[in-house]
């Protein structure tokens, strides 16, 4: 789940990037179609580039930011019971399993939520976060109040994020810094037993997994 | 060698942040990643240095900004708009083309044309702002 539930002026909810949204009317969008084709027809022509290297281009960075890394590392510890106990045990040895590497040596913990427990992580200093696995961190990671609140009013803060957590449920906050990092591995839907290790990946928003949204068996998107 | 993307393109800030949903990029049309492709192929080919292309991105978006007083936050232009625009600004400072060649592909359009490496000059807004 996203964010995007309504915040009010809270300092939690960074402002939308305005450039979320398309601009262009379909005339323009025509227009500059062209104008790109063009200009690609002209650099292929020139030999500076070739067709196929833009659509490799494209595909690392459409795959490769944000927290499509974390995403898989969860998905795989709900498969795989071998695999989420070496995660538990050894974050950043496990991550590595799966080819994430690029931590500049700090360690990675992944805390576990279950039914009894809640985890939400901050970084009260300033805003470590583990960028390999879950991508830049949103703008209200780095925000004083997020940061000061999670300590105090976790379950607060929570509520703002629209997750009200049931009074039985503990709630532990964790606070990354330079030398560890840590991520939430989320709680898998119910619902989901029939869904295949990629469709999980889908289904595992960023925010689950910094801890402030549940994963939810059907995304609003 | 599987390519890896550079921190430098991934991670700007500001303005000039790519536009990112949960972390992950945002495009609305095709033209928009072949010019995302385009100006970072030709940066890692050496063409230019990434900040090189930057300074233009910066100059393009904090420009449109200053037209938009109204509603600062509402850029009448979007993101790729301005990133498109930077690249063949880059492309003219180095040489890797000519305005006339520039020129091929904007028939349609004339008023959305930047003045061709005009640095200092600042361009009008290209598109009406929707509503």
């Not at chain 1, 795959?63 to 795989?80: E, S, T």
């Not at chain 2, 200053?66 to 498109?84: I, M, S, V």
């Not at chain 2, 349609?108 to 598109?127: D, H, I």
Request: a negative charge; glycine letters at 6%; charged letters at 25%.
């Amino acid at each position: 789940m996203s964010h995007d539930h309504p915040h009010g002026q809270s300092a939690h909810d960074a402002p939308p990037n305005p450039y979320l949204e398309k601009h262009a009317t379909p005339e323009q969008t025509a227009a500059l179609e062209k104008r790109v084709r063009a200009l690609e027809s002209l650099l292929v022509a020139k030999g500076l580039v070739s067709s196929d290297t833009l659509d490799k281009l494209v595909e690392t960075y459409e795959n490769d930011l944000g927290p499509i890394n974390g995403a898989k590392v969860v998905a795989r510890a709900w498969v795989d019971p071998a695999y989420k106990e070496r995660l538990l045990k050894d974050a950043t040895a496990a991550i590595a399993e799966l080819g994430f590497s690029g931590l500049q040596g700090e360690h990675m913990v992944v805390v576990e939520n279950t039914p009894n427990t809640h985890n939400l992580v901050v970084c009260t200093l300033c805003s470590c976060y583990p960028w390999p696995v879950l991508g830049l961190p949103p703008t209200w990671f780095k925000d004083a109040a997020y940061r000061s609140r999670s300590v105090v009013d976790p379950r607060g803060v929570l509520r703002d994020f629209g997750l009200e957590l049931d009074e039985s449920t503990a709630v532990k906050v964790w606070d990354s810094s330079a030398e560890i990092r840590y991520m939430v591995l989320p709680e898998r839907p119910a619902g989901t037993e029939g869904l295949s290790e990629a469709e999980l990946i889908a289904l595992v928003s960023r925010d689950s997994m910094i801890g402030v949204a549940r994963v939810e068996k059907n995304p609003l998107h | 060698m599987k390519p890896t993307p550079d921190r430098k393109i991934s991670n700007m800030e500001g303005d000039t942040a790519l536009p990112r949903q949960s972390g992950e990029l945002v495009f609305h049309d095709a033209w928009e990643r072949r010019a995302f492709a385009l100006a970072v192929a030709l940066c890692e080919q050496g063409q230019y240095q990434w900040d090189e292309f930057r300074d233009h991105l910066i100059a393009e978006i904090g420009g449109a900004d200053k037209t938009q007083a109204d509603k600062p936050d509402t850029p009448a232009t979007g993101y790729y708009e301005h990133w498109l625009a930077s690249l063949e600004k880059v492309l003219l400072e180095k040489g890797l083309c000519t305005p006339d060649q520039l020129r091929v592909g904007e028939g349609a359009e004339p008023s959305l044309r930047t003045s061709p490496a005009g640095g200092s000059q600042r361009p009008v807004p290209r598109v009406p702002r929707p509503i």
